[in-house]
């Protein structure tokens, strides 16, 4: 686990498509994680910035376009905002949500490449490519589909194969056939700009060996795959109407491809908050004291282990290279494999319309199940049991107890205990030591260990309270002393919340009438709510979800 200083940071969240909405698959396996650990950074005081942004460009977005009868265009405004107000209700807070149709993102995709071509850093050839006669088209990446050579799935597109995660280009695919018009296509020459990837291929060796202590096994297995099997060179342009014109003449009719550019939103995104906020962004990006930490999607490990760092290197200019990329496995929704196309999926959109003001138990649950060694399950009935057995039973119930107590017993004012007893000593001690044992949990990218660490908290003051029983106590002293004890649980809970269940916290604050305090005074401080503290009026943290509210999600999903 490397130490937090004083080093800046910079966390990164994978640009996501805008050619549909935001998933439970996404905020499992990139966002949430991202958010948790940006929030506890932040706590910690630590000069960090959250970026990332919608990725607009790519075939991806042209098969939208042509599903729902729109442009290109239409279809990334309609997205991107979706996808951005999706992550704000879920409390995703980045400094810059960016879009890659920005004109500064143009202008530094666009210094990339004119730096590459001015230094000769890249080449052009010509090749044969598929092309598709009926609608007068080359087809590269989803453009065309067939069969996978590896696993020998029937649907693999020309850039991946979504069975297996496989990269792949085009002449990889057994039968290929045109996505667009369902033609066999022919083979015709085509010229484009290449990068010479073979060429970094001592420099990532040396660099990933050099960074993989800090990398989970999947993203150093995947990447050393990569390198084991040799390098080529890749195309960075592609024959498409919708993306980034190459910024020269005989560059007409071709776009810079979506994975050479894409991935500079990181940069573009930063530069255009950095404007915002009248500060100097070479001071993070080109600072070699600073930390940049990817969260990313399996599927994307290749871009940003192998292709981009070999970009940066060669562009030359100063800037840093990740500190560790970190990507889960995948969530399946009910046993099976989340699919776009096929649409079964959960919708976070649609989640918040079903679910209003139930944000942090979708957070919750996804935090327990997240992926971060295998592929795990999202299942319904699951997330019933979490939330009515666990958020409700347990966190709820505590809380609900003891507010309920102060408001019966003392006018919902801290009470002074009396002497507190050995184990009440014991109780206030070891809550004192939670901040820095799940700190150190969300410090080492264990996101389900923290949050379940977390959940003692309330199972400790569940314990407390039906053991001491204060509501068949008749001595006012030893009640408010109860109380007492209780509240202070309370209030680190409301304290430690805020990075998995950022709603909750602030409800509680609001209760409590505090604020949140730097993580690290957390557990200095012996007593967070302060005898003669007035507390405000109380309300329910969570509510149970029915066996109705269930069968509805089932029938809508299995429906589509």
């Known amino acids: 686990m490397e130490k937090l200083n004083n080093n800046k940071y910079i966390v990164t969240a994978a640009l996501p498509y805008a050619n549909g909405p935001i998933h439970i698959g996404h905020l499992s396996g990139v966002y949430l994680p991202a958010d948790i650990f940006v929030r506890f950074l932040r706590r910690k005081k630590i000069d960090v910035i959250f970026i990332s942004g919608s990725d607009e460009h790519g075939v991806s977005i042209s098969l939208k376009a042509k599903e729902e009868n729109k442009n290109p265009k239409e279809i990334v ?49 010509t090749s044969e490519q ?15 589909s067939g069969t996978c050579p590896f696993c020998q799935e029937k649907d693999a597109y020309g850039d991946q194969c979504e069975n297996c995660g496989k990269n792949l280009i085009p002449e990889d695919l057994i039968n290929p056939k045109s996505t667009i018009s369902g033609c066999d296509p022919i083979r015709k020459k085509t010229t484009h700009w290449y990068f ?12 990933i060996m050099n960074n993989k202590k800090n990398w989970k096994i999947n993203v150093y297995g995947q990447a050393k795959s990569w390198l084991d099997q040799g390098l080529n060179s890749r195309s960075i342009t592609r024959d498409l109407e919708w993306g980034i014109p190459v910024p020269m003449d005989q560059g007409k009719g071709k776009v810079l491809y979506v994975w050479f550019e894409a991935p500079i939103g990181y940069i573009s995104s930063t530069i255009e908050w950095a404007k915002k906020n009248s500060i100097d962004w070479k001071s993070y990006w080109k600072n070699q004291n600073t930390k940049w930490i990817q969260f990313i999607g399996k599927d994307n490990i290749v871009f940003h282990c192998i292709i981009f760092p070999s970009i940066l290197k060669a562009y030359n200019h100063g800037y840093i290279l990740p500190y560790n990329i970190l990507a889960n496995e995948f969530l399946n929704l009910e046993n099976k494999k989340i699919s776009t196309s096929k649409k079964w999926a959960v919708w976070g959109h649609e989640y918040l319309i079903d679910f209003p003001n139930q944000q942090d138990t979708l957070r919750y649950v996804l935090i327990a199940n997240m992926p971060e060694k295998k592929d795990n399950n999202f299942n319904w009935k699951d997330f019933q049991r979490k939330n009515n057995a666990e958020l409700v039973a347990i966190l709820g119930n505590f809380v609900n107890r003891c507010l309920t107590l102060v408001e019966k017993h003392n006018n919902r004012i801290v009470p002074t205990p009396e002497i507190l007893s050995e184990k009440e000593k014991i109780i206030l001690k070891e809550i004192r030591s939670y901040p820095k044992k799940i700190g150190d949990l969300i410090h080492s990218y264990r996101f389900r260990d923290s949050l379940s660490y977390f959940m003692k908290i309330a199972r400790i003051g569940n314990k407390y309270l039906t053991e001491e029983e204060p509501w068949n106590k008749k001595e006012k002293k030893r009640i408010n002393t109860i109380i007492y004890v209780s509240l202070q649980i309370v209030a680190m809970l409301s304290q430690l919340s805020e990075p998995f269940l950022p709603h909750t916290s602030q409800k509680l604050l609001n209760i409590l009438h505090i604020k949140l305090l730097c993580w690290d005074h957390i557990e200095k401080i012996e007593c967070l709510l302060n005898p003669g503290h007035s507390l405000g009026h109380f309300t329910f943290l969570f509510k149970k979800i029915t066996n109705e509210d269930i069968h509805k999600q089932l029938y809508k999903l299995y429906k589509k």
Request: glycine share 2%.
């Open 77 to 125: 405004n309609k997205y991107h905002y979706m996808i951005r107000d999706c992550f704000m209700n879920f409390g995703i807070q980045f400094d810059n949500y960016s879009r890659t149709s920005n004109k500064v993102h143009y202008e530094v995709s666009n210094s990339f490449f004119l730096e590459f071509y001015k230094k000769k850093t890249i080449f052009e050839q």
């Open 130 to 144: 598929y092309y598709d006669q009926k609608a007068h088209q080359f087809l590269s990446d989803r453009y065309i």
């Open 196 to 207: 010479p990837l073979n060429k970094y291929q001592k420099f990532l060796k040396n660099w």
